[in-house]
């Protein structure tokens, strides 16, 4: 009988031996893939708290919680230091520019020009220059975005207008009727806009809007971009397109974020699309 009673805590404290190690393992694991995810710049990655105690449950929620903090932290320093860049960088250019074009009016408008064997170069310049000019105009947006004029927003309606628009594709629309947010409907509309239009681009034949989670899943089945390609798509002026201007996607994300929201791509898209952007509350 002493033999039976011995044995039994024996195996008993052996299996509670088992859970113990199993248990460090799984938190070995999920602590060696956080901070994985953190160096690659992953701050969508949640480590689970399923099977948790109360207070390592705390503990890890607590650890999410930071990493998304970080990671919108993140994207709002660059959106800051490329818009810095981008005033400064469209200043110098215009400094520049312009004197260049004032010069080659002023010679293009002489008489003594007519005729002249050097009118064709300094045409080419003057060209050049208005191109130039024109091209970092363009890049002015990322600098002089309105002031957004926030209303509440229903955005099953919002999107069933954005569809309306875009009638060739095929829209899925999952956002209860009553749902609204606060956000500048004009803004949010210049934004989406954009989203869909690098879908048109890409082949997208569908587009689906899904609320889940108290986030905006806006998911199509164009071509699929590349992994290399995710750290980049939010960097100005960065395009793989061959008339592309870089500028689409990092000024949504700054018009959003203006507002209290991120934009950000999901490292794997909604089932049944190629391609998934995530609009998060910050």
């Keep these: 009988m002493i033999i039976i009673i011995v044995l039994t805590i024996v195996l008993v404290f052996s299996f509670a031996l088992y859970l113990f190690h199993r248990h460090q393992r799984i938190l070995r694991t999920s602590a060696f893939l956080m901070r994985e995810a953190v160096r690659n710049g992953d701050f969508t990655f949640r480590v689970p708290t399923k099977g948790m105690f109360f207070g390592e449950k705390a503990l890890i929620e607590a650890l999410n ?11 709002q320093n660059e959106v800051e230091s490329w818009e810095k860049l981008t005033r400064v960088l469209t200043h110098e250019i215009n400094n520049a520019t312009t004197p260049i ?68 594709l095929q829209w899925h629309i999952d956002i209860p009727q009553q749902l609204s947010i606060s956000i500048d409907p004009n803004l949010l509309r210049q934004a ?74 999901a490292p794997v898209p909604q089932m049944g699309h190629h391609v998934t952007f995530v609009v998060s509350h910050c």
């Design 101 to 168: 074009l004032t010069i080659c009016q002023a010679y293009l408008s002489s008489p003594s020009m007519q005729g002249s064997p050097y009118r064709e170069g300094i045409e080419a310049i003057h060209d050049t220059t208005s191109a130039l000019a024109a091209f970092v105009d363009s890049y002015r947006k990322m600098t002089q975005i309105q002031r957004p004029a926030p209303e509440d927003v229903s955005l099953r309606d919002f999107f069933s207008g954005i569809a309306c628009m875009y009638p060739s």
């Design 192 to 265: 989406v806009i954009n989203l869909v239009k690098n879908a048109v681009e890409a082949g997208a034949a569908n587009m689906a809007v899904r609320w889940l989670g108290r986030k905006l899943y806006i998911s199509n089945d164009g071509a699929p971009i590349p992994p290399e390609r995710h750290r980049d798509l939010f960097v100005p002026f960065y395009t793989t397109k061959r008339h592309g201007s870089g500028i689409g996607l990092p000024l949504s994300r700054q018009i959003l974020m203006m507002q209290g929201y991120d934009l950000s791509l």
């Design 65 to 75: 919680d930071m990493e998304n903090n970080i990671g919108q932290l993140t994207a």
